[in-house]
């Protein structure tokens, strides 16, 4: 029991002392808790297109390795790169329906315009007491996007796997962008959906984690490597208020 002096500190204290907070793209900052693989199969039943989710990864990852491999991707606008991969995925799938795939493009990127702006606000608010960097296994062009989207003033520094020639959850991707920060790992904090690439890796850096895992409650094999769960990345100002 608490004696009469004691404090009783309040859940976040830990990071509260946080310099940098480093977030993940995909599924962090464009969709919460949501993989793209995962939108991308909604658009589609949405567009009436209905298929297993097993018929539809492998189209997925065949239009995400065409789209690492195609260098002109590296300049890319969200509207161009979601247009390439719907091309790509329905290549994959041997389906000829442009209506469809406008359909299913205008839809994705709608989603992901609307969730970028809840999360610039969110950003814009934290940018006033951390450094704030984004950190994702992308394509060469996630400067573009960010910038297209009104983040390029809020971020210190942007680490995308296309320009850098690796990947999450190495966890020299977290360093490099730590040390363009000048930032310790045990200053900083990582936010992602993915509990390997994200979590995992962020971890194995040194770094403390906050798990984005939405609406969900997914087991957690490794609880060791995740600081904190949060709902939304609005809860993060909670966490470093």
């Known amino acids: ?13 830990s990071v509260m002392n946080v310099r940098a907070i480093l977030l993940d793209y995909g599924g962090t900052l464009d969709g919460c808790a949501n993989h793209w693989l995962d939108r991308f199969l909604s658009c589609y ?6 298929m297993p989710f097993q018929d539809f ?3 997925f990852d065949h239009a995400t390795q065409c789209a690492y491999a195609e260098g002109a991707v590296a300049e890319f606008g969200l509207q161009a790169l979601v247009e390439f991969h ?5 290549e994959h799938l041997r389906v000829n329906a442009p209506t ?12 992901s315009l609307t969730a970028l702006e809840a999360s610039r606000l969110v950003l814009e608010r934290l940018h006033q007491r951390v450094a704030l960097a984004v950190i994702s296994n992308f394509y060469g062009n996630l400067a573009v996007i960010l910038a297209d989207a009104g983040f390029a003033r809020l971020l210190d520094t942007i680490v995308d796997s296309g320009r850098v020639g690796m990947r999450k959850p190495n966890p ?8 363009q920060l000048r930032c310790r790992p045990a200053d900083a904090v990582h936010v992602g959906d993915s509990f390997e690439k994200d979590i995992v890796g ?12 939405g609406a969900a409650d997914p ?19 909670a966490l470093i208020a």
């Open 202 to 213: 962020a971890h194995q850096a040194g770094l403390r984690t906050a798990w984005l895992i």
């Open 100 to 111: 469809l795939a406008q359909r299913v493009t205008e839809t994705f990127v709608q989603a």
């Open 172 to 179: 020299e991707m977290f360093a490099l962008a730590l040390r």
């Open 219 to 237: 087991p957690c094999r490794n609880p060791e490597c995740v600081d904190f769960r949060i709902r939304q990345l609005a809860d993060l100002e």
């Open 1 to 13: 029991m608490n004696g009469p002096n004691k404090r009783v500190e309040p859940p976040g204290l």
């Open 57 to 59: 990864r492998p189209a």
């Open 86 to 90: 719907v091309a790509r995925q329905l």
């Open 45 to 50: 039943r949405t567009a009436g297109l209905d």
